[in-house]
């Protein structure tokens, strides 16, 4: 049962030990696509019950903007880049090289270089899934959305509801010039993509 690999312990330690080694990767990609400004951080790993989901990732009723990645296929999940509008006006501005935002709503611009900073992010993940399963995962294009946090969490667990009742949620960290930023990655690996993690880390200890 899934549940029960992802709460033996050497199983999570070895899940926290790729998602920091990808993490590290993403970090340095940010670094470089942000000309040194963000950095990002491994917050934690952590196997949590479904109907608990958004109290753990303290979703309320906030609008946010978000940038999806979807790995397709049984071996898939999502992984969520979540901004409150502040916040995530003021990256698109710093990464189009504006001091503020120039317009009241979101431009195509604005939209194509969050869309470009949750592609950098994704590569980082399923590189190192992919090289951790020995199985090439298929992400979509991101795709800019803005809806209430808990709404799309609900969401992108669905399809996992009917197959387990626990959720494998991988939390990643924004800083800017060492400050903590109200930015955070959620990645939600499918039951099946979960099980082939634990397999991959069994064997190789």
């Known amino acids: 049962m899934i ?3 992802l709460d033996n312990a050497k199983t999570m330690e070895g899940l926290r030990e790729l998602f920091a080694s990808a993490t590290h990767d993403a970090s340095a990609a940010m670094c470089r696509w942000t000309n040194g400004i963000i950095s ?4 934690e790993v952590r196997n949590a019950p479904l109907e608990a989901a958004s109290e753990v990732l303290a979703l309320g009723d906030e609008l946010l903007t978000m940038v999806v ?3 397709q296929g049984e071996l898939g999940g999502n992984l969520i880049l979540l901004f409150d509008e502040v916040n995530g006006r003021r990256l698109a501005a710093s990464l189009l090289g504006r001091s503020a935002p120039t317009e009241p709503e979101w431009t195509e611009l604005e939209k194509s270089a969050l869309m470009e900073t949750g592609n950098i992010l ?3 993940y399923v590189n190192a899934l992919s090289r951790l399963i020995d ?5 979509s294009a991101p795709y800019f959305i803005q809806d209430y946090g808990a709404s799309v969490l609900q ?3 669905m399809s996992q509801a009917a197959l387990d009742d626990r959720l494998l949620i991988c939390e990643i960290g924004f ?4 400050e903590r930023l109200d930015w955070r990655v959620v990645f939600v690996p499918t039951p099946a993509l979960q099980t082939a993690m634990a397999a991959a880390l069994h064997a190789a200890s």
């Open 122 to 124: 994704g590569c980082a």
């Open 3 to 5: 549940g029960i690999e």
């Open 155 to 157: 969401q992108a667990i």
């Open 69 to 71: 990645i979807a790995l």
């Open 135 to 139: 199985q090439e995962l298929r992400p």
């Open 40 to 43: 990002v951080t491994l917050d």
């Open 175 to 178: 800083h800017r010039k060492g």
